[in-house]
């Protein structure tokens, strides 16, 4: 256990290394107890049996569905990097939004800290072995020396004094700063083997833990121009590495001297180091072989805070620890959820023994025949056993009464039923059904009872999908954070003007400066296939074309970004649009087309206006017509 806290025993003081020792010593010893169970995960991920015996003798099935299953829901949970989205906390932040919105996820991308390699790695662990997703985010200048930085001016001190009220010349005034050659802003996984949580931290919120750590494994050469250590500190070179993949460890060798540490972030105000804000973080560094600090306790340099005019402290920078942890799931009072591959880890095994006596039964299953040794010579029996094909072999009277295939056992329909029990518990377990995996159901089962079991699982698996994105967020503000601390060079980011057409704009962190909410576009990190995309879309379009309240050209914007084609397609100046012509609605009787009735040349006038011709000849039939009429006769 941890040593108490007193302040008679200065060991126990929280500025000592021994302090932070006793912490450590207890948070591994926590963590040992659960590294044979992590190992064991990635190696049936692996596909290897665990079974020395079965290893011995190789003959175990080992099914991997723990592959599978771990592959499917890690893409199902985060299948991209989602847009973030901010909102101003007050009206002065609102010119911020849209360039620290652009800013932001261009640093999350693959030019950034490439968040998707990040989440790729750390969603594996949570599902596969430890059922935790450490991350670490940081800034890290490289510093080559100083350079001379002007902060101002003053008088010329070898100017002549002032004559007639003339004004002395200034001259500028120079600080030497460090000298920064390139700058690393980084979000990386950690090995849940690395990572150290008080052993009394019992909660799934791990920002509100004392203090986090994270052991490292450093190049010497790192080590020392960090002014970590000296050249007598101890090199760990020949040490064995470590690490949750045991295949691979055994085959590891060191290759350069290393140095090993644990880095170490802590709530201030948990330990009285002067610090009453309760988001004031502080940070040391321990090196083995070391008997001092390599980093003094001391407030942490990624924070900064600033007062406003109420007096009211805002932290200006990383808000929360850089050691950024999220739980699978949460167990009642325990710090070490259980990962998919744990809780279905009997059943796997269960099944890859049904299996693997399926196969031993098969094998000794082979067809056996029996034959008479009063009838059958050696000769005979030794053609048979041979068997080659087309081959002739004599008996002494009837075969079929010296020679006779001997019964077999057919394969029990119990080995089939117990194959199926275990694939539906696996399936509860994982909430990852044949419509998840992109198999055919093999049950009979109808549509309403179908629809309510997907609905079951898509419940279940849509609260992950937002446990995980709000896990990604939390981290993206602690990223922006960082960002808005330290981006003091003008750079350019690609923001969408007016006109909804990009654009490049410079920015540095008074550009950005403010207070935001954080938050994701909703589904932008799992898939969508394209029909179902563009329909979205397109019904969204038709919906809100005609709403009066909307701007139409910004919907066009987003409907042709939704189908893949380029903004500069809408033009939102057009030409000026004359009055619509007037329509003309005509109603035609057919007495009104009597060429001997007056209107009729009204009515062949507002036809051929109209673009209707009349020809002539069917003027003088229709004369000819009505005047035969007339005169009593019969029209042909």
Known sequence: ??????????????????????????????????????????QRYLAKTLSRDALTRGDQIVVPLDYANTEQKKALLFFKVPEVQLSPKRPAYDQAVPVFQAVLNHYLGRHGVDARTMMNEALFDAICPSGLAVTMLGYEPTVDGARP??????????????????SVPQVPVYEQVPNIIAEDYYWVRVSPEKAGIPA?????????????????????????????????????????????????????????PKVTGTMIFYRMAHFDFGQPHPDAFGW???????????????????????????GKIHVIGMKGNPIHIHGARYVSDSAYPPSDVTMGRAQVEELSKGRTQMIQQRDR????????????????????????????????????????????????????????????DLQSIWRLGANQRGQEDETTKTATEASIMQGASDTALAYEQDQWLDWF???????????????????????LGEDGLPTLQAWDKTTIAGEFVFTAIPDTSIRQDAFTKRKRALDFFNLMANEPHIDRGELVRDLLRDLGKSPKLFKADLPAKGPE?????????????????????????????????????????????????DGGGMAD
């Open 284 to 310: 040391c560094v321990l090196i083995d072989g070391r008997e001092d600090f390599a980093v003094k306790p001391s407030p942490s340099p990624w924070q900064k805070f600033v007062p406003d005019e109420t």
């Open 365 to 424: 299953n082979v067809t056996l025949r029996g034959y008479d040794r009063t009838r059958v010579d050696k000769d005979t029996v030794a053609k048979i056993e041979k068997g080659e094909i087309q081959s002739l072999i004599g008996f002494e009277g009837n075969p079929q009464e010296q020679l006779v295939s001997l019964g077999t056992a057919n394969m029990s329909r119990e080995n089939f039923e117990f194959d199926r029990i275990i694939k539906q």
């Open 473 to 495: 967020v939390r981290g993206a503000e602690k990223l922006g954070g960082l960002i808005q601390l330290f981006a003091d060079e003008a750079d350019y980011v690609e923001v």
């Open 200 to 256: 009394d931290f019992h909660g799934s919120d791990y920002d509100l833990s004392p203090w986090l750590s994270v052991d490292f494994e450093m190049d010497h050469a790192v080590a020392k121009r960090k002014r970590w250590i000296t050249d007598d500190t101890p090199v760990s070179g020949d040490a064995q590495p470590t690490g949750l993949n045991e295949t691979e460890n055994q085959h590891s060798e060191p290759t350069r």
């Open 149 to 166: 930085v002007q902060v101002g001016t003053q008088p010329d001190p070898t100017a002549a004094p002032s004559v007639l009220g003339l």
């Open 1 to 42: 256990m941890a040593r108490p806290l007193t302040l008679s025993d200065p060991a126990a003081a929280p500025t000592t290394p021994d302090f932070w020792r006793a912490q450590l010593k207890a948070a591994h010893d926590k963590r040992q107890t659960y590294l044979d169970q992590w190992r064991g995960n990635i």
């Open 581 to 629: 012509p007037m329509r003309l609605q005509l109603t035609i009787r057919s007495e009104s087309l009597n060429p001997a009735l007056p209107e009729f040349n009204v009515l062949k006038a507002v036809l051929e206006q109209s673009g209707i011709q009349i020809p002539d000849s069917a003027i003088t039939t229709g004369l000819a017509l009505q005047s035969k009429i």
